[in-house]
Every structure is written in structure tokens, then in C-alpha cells.
């Protein structure tokens, strides 16, 4: 088949790098995917069947999606065209779309490869649909962002999304085994050298070999026969390789499923993963304020009455945070979130919340019981208001039991505390109070 390489129109015997010589020439050599790739599995069954649908690859940078269309296209016997996105405009699009009308009459199908695909408008993704429809060509759209906010739900609705995972552990050792058998050397690294060449590319294939590439350029290989004579250790690699950045955008679907991480620790009682979140946060570059707000959402919605000291801590720590800054008020925000974390859970008050907002809606304007209502003037005591009040602090118990509802209106439970930290004794006066009133 023909490749990226040979395609570009460069010579056989020009260098090429690493990561294009190593591209894989058949679905089989694809590491990291079977859950994708598998014979039983959804893509590897489509293959099989011979029935090749447009579908969306959505996935991390460097996990295969160019090359698994590839590979498609091959297996279909059709006609690979590949664009992207950030270069490409409706010029391109109708050029290789008139391009699929004739090639089709010729009986030859067109798989068009749209990298980049959530980078297309609203209008140029609807340009994609009756082509589709027709089987002018079939599309294969990539992804680094989640197709259910970035594309259209027409276009989604004529296509399968396969999510491609990050590279693991295994499969990065795979690919550095192939750079060896394929080199035919013993790279120069020592187990924990090797181990932080892998984690310095976060799972990103193409990464890892760019890496991989650096280091056979830095220090001389060996033979399979002979032990690396200069072996690079961990803090050599560390030393030499430049570690990128996180994959973490601000704006993006990464950053919220980093914040729902955290937020799901703290709700889970969980310190130290939810340690880790926060630090994944920060080391991403996320606005330690944006996370100190979140935090006091936590208390409130999470905690509550469990532990008012929660709400408290949230909002201290995210004072002494703008008071010191970075990095030392960050400190402060890691011990709001250790304490949520650690604090007795409900969300009692936010249920109650929720249900007392429904039930007002559905009441629309009832008035309160004039009993309860103030009487400033004559005329308003003489219509009853204020008439037959029960002032509770004057009762032997501080509890009167008298009705604070719209007359008429059956008397809800909104606020159920579960028992849990300082709940229970609100539950105790709760239910003591209930007797109380059911025996008025």
C-alpha cells in the first residue's frame, strides 16, 4: 500500500523519520487498540463483514487514527484522499468531491480521511451530509474533542464514533520493541530509563518514537548480542528529553472530565485521588480560583449540614488563596480539598433546595397563614393577621408545632437529613419536633 511518505512525492532513499518508518502496514501491527481492532471487535467485524460505514475516530494525539483510515482503505480496495480541517475550505471540499463522482462512475469507491473534523463550521459539516447519504464517499472523520459537543447531530447521526484509548504501558513497550527489531539494536536505556521514556509520552505513540529517535541520536545503540554500554538511566533521560505539557485544555473536554474527576473523589471520600485530580488540574494550568470555586460548589452541594465546617474551609481557602497567590496558597486549597474529602457526605440540603423550588413553582401565589403575618395597623389585626401567633421561644420546649404553610396546602418534607456527622442530631430534633407537631 502506498504510505505518507511515498505519497509526499519524496525519494525512497530520503531520511525518513521513525515514527513514518515503523507506520503500520496492516490492522494487525495497530498497538493499543484491540478493544477497537479485534477480530470480534466493532471495527474489526466491520472489516470482516466487507461493509465499510463513515465513521468519526475520536482519540488522543499519536494513538493511530490516520493510520487506522489508512489501513481501511486498503482493506476496502478504495481510494484513500486525506485533508485536514485547519487547511482545507469548501474550494477543497468540492474538488474532492467532484473527484468522488468521477471515480465512483468508474466503479472505484473514495474514502475521504477529515483530520482534524471538529475544526469544520456547523455549515461546512452539514456540506459533508448528501455526499454521505449517496455514497459518494465514505468518511472517516478524527477527533481530539468530543464529537457530541464539536459536530453536528446530523452528521453524528450517519456516522459510528470509535473512541481510540491512549497508548498503555504494553503497547509503548511493543512499539519500542519494533524499534529494535526493526534497528536491529538494544536500545540505550536502563530498565527505569526506559520506563521514563514511556511516561514522558503520555501515551502518545508518535511521541514516544519522535522521543525514541532523540535518544539513538544522542547515544550510540549496541548490538542485540552485547548489554548498552552507555545506558541512560532515568535521570539522564529526564535530563535530556524535553517533557511536553499535560494533554489538559482549559476550554475543553478534557478539563471537564479532569473536574468531574475531582469533584467525584471528594463526593467519594476519596483524599488522595482526589489529591491527585487537583495536582493534575494545577499541573495543567488550570486557574487555581476556577478550582477554589468548585470547591465551595462541593461543600454545599456534597457535604452540606454534615459538616458546615466545610463550606467554611472552601471559602477560607480560596481567601488566603488570593492573598498569597501561587504557589504557596495553593497549599490552602489542598487542605480544603483533603477535608471535603474526608468530611461526612449529603446532599440533603440541595435535595431540599430542588423540591422546595419545584413546589413553590406549582403553588404559584398562596399567601401565608395570616397568623403568621404581621399587624402594623388597626385594620389588619381586625382582618385576623397575627391573630392566635404562638411566639415558640415563650413555649417550655422553644416549639410551638404551629403551621408556617399556606393555609390548604398539605404540609411537604422537603429537608430529610441521613444521619451522617452533624446531621444526626438534626435528625433527632427533626423527628422530636414532628411527634410534637402531629400531637398539636
Known amino acids: 500500500m502506498s504510505d505518507l511518505f511515498t505519497d509526499s512525492g519524496l525519494a525512497n532513499d530520503a531520511p525518513r523519520p521513525l515514527a513514518d518508518q515503523l507506520r503500520p502496514q496492516t490492522i494487525a501491527d495497530v498497538v493499543g487498540q484491540d478493544h477497537l481492532l479485534a477480530k470480534t471487535a466493532p471495527l474489526g467485524r466491520m472489516l470482516a463483514s466487507g461493509r465499510i460505514a463513515s465513521m468519526i475516530l475520536w482519540g488522543p494525539p499519536g494513538v493511530g487514527k490516520t493510520t487506522i483510515a489508512r489501513l481501511v482503505a486498503s482493506h476496502a480496495d478504495m481510494e484513500f484522499v486525506q485533508i485536514s480541517a485547519v487547511f482545507s475550505g469548501v474550494a477543497d471540499l468540492r474538488k474532492v468531491f467532484d473527484a468522488a463522482k468521477s471515480r465512483r ?51 453524528l447521526s450517519r456516522t459510528q464514533v470509535f473512541v481510540l484509548k491512549r497508548l498503555d504501558i504494553l503497547a509503548m513497550e511493543k512499539l519500542l520493541s519494533r524499534v529494535e527489531a526493526e534497528k536491529g539494536v538494544n536500545l540505550p536505556l536502563t530498565q527505569d530509563g526506559r520506563e521514563t521514556l514511556m511516561r514522558f509520552a503520555d501515551g502518545d505513540g508518535r511521541y514516544l518514537l519522535n522521543l525514541t529517535e532523540a535518544i539513538l541520536a544522542i547515544a550510540p545503540p549496541t548490538s542485540p548480542q552485547d548489554p548498552p554500554h552507555i545506558a541512560m538511566n532515568a535521570e539522564r533521560v529526564a535530563e535530556v528529553l524535553q517533557k511536553r505539557a499535560p494533554a489538559y485544555d482549559k476550554s475543553r473536554d478534557e478539563h471537564y472530565n479532569i473536574i468531574s474527576a475531582l469533584h467525584k473523589s471528594v463526593r467519594g471520600s476519596d483524599p488522595d485521588a482526589a489529591l491527585y485530580w487537583f495536582a493534575r488540574m494545577l499541573n495543567g494550568g488550570e486557574d487555581p480560583l476556577y478550582i477554589a470555586r468548585r470547591l465551595v460548589r462541593m461543600a454545599s452541594e456534597d457535604i452540606g449540614l454534615a459538616d458546615p465546617t466545610a463550606l467554611m474551609i472552601a471559602g477560607e481557602a480560596e481567601r488566603t488563596y488570593r492573598l498569597l497567590g501561587s504557589p504557596e496558597g495553593e497549599l490552602a486549597l489542598a487542605h480544603a480539598v483533603v477535608h471535603l474529602a474526608t468530611a461526612p457526605k449529603s446532599n440533603a440540603v440541595y435535595v431540599a433546595y430542588k423540591a422546595a423550588m419545584r413546589a413553590a413553582k406549582e403553588t404559584g401565589s398562596l399567601a401565608p397563614p395570616a397568623k403568621i403575618l404581621n399587624a402594623p395597623t388597626q385594620m389588619m389585626k381586625e382582618i385576623g393577621y397575627g391573630d392566635g401567633y404562638i411566639y415558640d421561644p415563650d413555649t417550655d420546649t422553644g416549639f410551638s408545632g404551629q403551621n408556617y404553610f399556606p393555609d390548604g396546602l398539605k404540609r411537604p418534607v422537603f429537608y430529610s437529613p441521613k444521619g451522617e456527622g452533624r446531621e444526626a442530631q438534626i435528625k433527632t430534633r427533626l423527628d422530636t419536633w414532628r411527634d410534637m407537631r402531629n400531637q398539636t
Open 105 to 155: 462512475a468508474t466503479g472505484r469507491g473514495t474514502l475521504l480521511f477529515v483530520d482534524e473534523i471538529h475544526r469544520f463550521n456547523r455549515a461546512q459539516q452539514d456540506g459533508f451530509l448528501p455526499f454521505v447519504e449517496e455514497g459518494i464517499v465514505t468518511l472517516i472523520g478524527a477527533t481530539t474533542e468530543n464529537p457530541s459537543f464539536e459536530l453536528n447531530g446530523a452528521l
